[in-house]
């Protein structure tokens, strides 16, 4: 027997192996941290045919990692996904064998919930935004749902989270970070992806649900929009941060970054982030030229130390990984499109209408 098949023996009662013999299609939800995917999340698991567990990151902390890193991070989906996975011996390393073990968590995820004749099983994690190739390589006919939002607002959440140390600034280039999955969109649209818009899931949540259901294939539920979350797809510790997510939908943070940020705050974001803003639909407050000055550029460096040392190990190791293995492929094989999603967009520099320049 193989370490898989241990892993994962055959159910052992008839509502487990009704469950596995359904036809089962995956979907991804991703985007920006604090853009809204848990919010999302939340809204299509209430869908009697859809399971979205809490985050795996099975992409970026276990998929290509040494065998123990991949043992640490089984301990940590066991807890966050209050499923049981046995210890295996050997790295899982071939698309084929994760295949399999990204498909038995998801038969386990689907136990637990109790739900029966599941037919989508949804993974909900912002750092596979740049691994979507990779998943799509495993899971050919998955689905991305991305997710993106206001990068004012995006930056003033991220600045009271307690899992990252960020200025205004190294916000601004997360963001940067990760809307490089909607640029690449507009460049090549994707039929299996569909762009979901906070503001307007926010204020309707009925047409943009319902929208999201035709896209997976299945039939709109008015508990989906109109319903409330459910801590058991909620890590404990995530709570803090996250406990807005349980409640129904509604407007109230959408404009919520003007409570928060400054004007100098307001105008850092934008010098930032401001061409990308207007392409999306989103209106700066200040002037252009959006150009980061060389204030900005002194401070990114330090501001960008100070957030990387607030990671963990893993997540600075496991993006160190990816963009190495990027690297070499894109130098061994120059005409192979790369896993990544390329450079973060450019910086720029704003000032507020009628106001002197601010750093």
Same mark, same amino acid.
């Given at each position: ?34 853009? $809204? ?21 099975? !992409?970026?902390?276990?998929? $290509? ?38 498909? $038995? ?14 037919? !989508?099983? $949804? ?35 991220l600045l009271k989270v307690p899992w990252i140390t960020c200025s ?31 503001? +307007? ?18 039939? !709109? ?33 959408i404009d919520q970054w003007k409570e928060i940020l400054s004007d ?31 204030? +900005? ?37 120059p005409n192979k499109p790369q896993q990544g999603w390329g450079q ?16």
């Open positions: 027997m193989s370490d898989l098949d241990a892993h994962f023996p055959p159910a052992s009662n008839t509502k487990q192996i009704e469950v596995k013999k359904m036809p089962l299609s995956h979907f991804f939800i991703t985007g920006c941290p604090r853009s $809204g995917t848990t919010m999302l999340q939340q809204a299509l698991n209430r869908h009697t045919d859809v399971v979205v567990p809490a985050e795996t990151k099975y !992409f970026c902390y276990f998929y $290509g990692m040494p065998i123990r890193w991949q043992r640490q991070h089984v301990e940590r989906m066991k807890s966050d996904l209050g499923i049981h996975l046995e210890a295996h011996t050997r790295v899982i390393s071939d698309d084929e064998a994760h295949l399999r073990y990204f498909r $038995g968590i998801a038969e386990r995820c689907i136990d637990r919930s109790g739900k029966s004749g599941v037919r !989508f099983f $949804g993974e909900k994690t912002p750092e596979h935004a740049n691994r979507i190739p990779l998943i799509r390589r495993v899971l050919p006919d998955s689905k991305v749902i991305y997710v993106h939002r206001d990068p004012r607002a995006v930056v003033a959440s205004p600034r190294t916000a601004s280039l997360v963001w940067n970070k990760y809307v490089q999955f909607w640029l690449l969109h507009q460049r090549s649209p994707d039929p299996n992806t569909l762009i979901v818009r906070y503001e +307007d899931l926010a204020r309707s949540p009925r047409k943009v649900l319902r929208q999201a259901c035709a896209f997976l294939g299945a039939e !709109f539920q008015a508990e989906v929009a109109d319903g409330t979350g459910d801590s058991q797809i909620i890590p404990e510790r995530e709570l803090r941060w996250k406990s807005h997510s349980l409640r129904s939908i509604d407007t109230s943070r100098r705050e307001v105008a850092q974001v934008e010098r930032l982030t401001g061409s990308t803003m207007l392409q999306m639909g989103y209106q700066p407050e200040t002037d252009p030229p959006y150009r980061p000055c060389l204030y +900005d550029r002194a401070l990114l460096i330090p501001e960008s130390l100070r957030t990387a040392s607030s990671l963990t190990y893993q997540c600075l190791l496991s993006e160190l990984r990816f963009c190495l293995k990027t690297k070499i492929s894109s130098a061994v094989h973060g967009s450019a910086g720029h520099r704003t000032r507020r209408r009628g106001s002197a320049p601010q750093g």
